[in-house]
């Protein structure tokens, strides 16, 4: 089975700086590759995927990610935070034989203003 | 388009318990897949619903069935409830061809179990 490994449970950035959510898979095969935003009391809402198109993929809200298959990661960056990012992160697979997806275990984001 | 919407909100049930969990798929959709999410945790998938059939199910016991409807709506029963089983219980839909399909995940239930 796959697993997903969000390194950092809790993130802390300045508004205006970098933000930086590291995601590992452990699949041989590359996945297709997800991230997810989660604000309180709300569900997951799609921010980008990786369906082996180009590696570096663009989402919503100015966030990106890129897939580095010889490093089997798919880190989530921003260059420039904003207040409004401020919500539960969480990084999933579904390997493409089956319908399945797994997810990290979320990195909380707080936004310093 | 309503997007993918969930009842009850919240529940409160005791132990032993059974509760019944209901899921509308966003317009278009005829998959739907069951999360559970425990405080702190990220979504674990239950099963997954396609045709009316349960095509793929995780590693949760018995207790946990389901069912989908000609309409695509879905259910979630879970039997003999224990206080582990308290949780936010997520529904994702998505629409038939492959993993690659983003799932499209409603507010959820937030079931507390005393």
């Known amino acids: 089975a796959q697993s997903v490994t969000q390194l950092g449970s809790h993130v802390s950035v300045s508004e205006g700086a970098l933000v930086l959510l590291r995601c590992n898979y452990s699949?041989?095969?590359?996945?297709?590759l997800f991230w997810y935003v989660q604000y309180p009391n709300q569900g997951l809402q799609l921010l980008l995927k990786?369906?082996?198109?180009?590696?570096l993929v663009k989402g919503i809200n100015g966030f990106e990610a890129e897939f580095k298959k010889s490093e089997t990661s798919f880190h989530l960056t921003k260059p420039s935070a904003h207040m409004s990012d401020a919500a539960e992160y969480f990084c999933?697979?579904?390997?493409?034989?089956?319908?399945?997806?797994?997810f990290g275990t979320g990195t909380s984001l707080t936004v310093i203003p | 388009d309503a997007g993918v919407t969930q009842s009850p909100t919240h529940l409160i049930k005791t132990r032993g318990q059974q509760v019944t969990l209901r899921c509308s798929p966003k317009?278009?959709?005829?998959?739907v897949s069951w999360y559970q999410q425990a405080l702190g945790q990220g979504p674990q998938f239950i099963f997954q619903?396609?045709?009316?059939?349960?095509?793929q199910r995780g590693n949760f016991p018995d207790r946990f069935s389901g069912h989908q409807f000609p309409n695509y709506s879905s259910e979630l029963n879970v039997n003999a409830l224990l206080l582990g089983d308290s949780a936010l219980y997520l529904c994702?839909?998505?629409?038939?061809?492959?993993?690659?399909?983003?799932?499209?995940f409603g507010p959820g239930t937030r079931l507390t179990v005393l």
């Open positions: 994702a839909s998505s629409p038939a061809g492959g993993p690659y399909n983003e799932q499209f």
């Open positions: 699949s041989s095969v590359p996945p297709y």
């Open positions: 990786y369906t082996s198109a180009a590696t």
């Open positions: 999933a697979v579904s390997e493409r034989t089956g319908n399945q997806f797994y």
């Open positions: 317009s278009g959709h005829d998959t």
């Open positions: 619903y396609y045709e009316e059939e349960e095509r």
